[in-house]
Nanobody
Framework: QVQLVESGGGLVQAGGSLRLSCATS????????MGWFRQAPGKEREFVAR???????YYADSVKGRFTISRDNAKNAVYLQMDSLKPEDTAVYYC????????????WGQGTQVTVSS
């Protein structure tokens, strides 16, 4: 009932920046939390950042001070500004949302590849 499409991934050198976007459609009126996750080859998917409807944010320690999550409730979109990128940031990045009253992330996008060269 909620579709998510990520965009903005690509290849950048260490120290560079990328801005990821996630567009949502469908029954978006119950969306509360919007988050970003990533999965590197051979590793488990990990939490990157989340933002609530009120714009309260939380970041993984590995990206604090470098990444910024934001949302546009009118456009039903969420963004991830990534600065000072490191090779270890290389992964497929996924957008996901929670649907009230459920607390888990119920809908996920297809992912967008981010590759950071050294």
């Amino acid at each position: 009932q909620v579709q998510l499409v990520e965009s903005g991934g690509g290849l950048v050198q260490a120290g560079g920046s990328l801005r990821l976007s996630c567009a949502t459609s469908g029954r978006t009126f119950s969306v509360y939390t919007m988050g970003w996750f990533r999965q590197a080859p051979g590793k488990e998917r990990e939490f990157v950042a989340r933002i609530e409807w009120s714009s309260t944010t939380y970041y993984a320690d590995s990206v604090k001070g470098r990444f910024t999550i934001s949302r546009d409730n009118a456009k039903n979109a969420v963004y991830l500004q990534m600065d000072s990128l490191k090779p270890e940031d290389t992964a497929v990045y996924y957008c996901a949302v929670t649907i009230l009253p459920r607390g888990e992330y119920a809908y996920w996008g297809q992912g967008t590849q981010v590759t950071v060269s050294s």
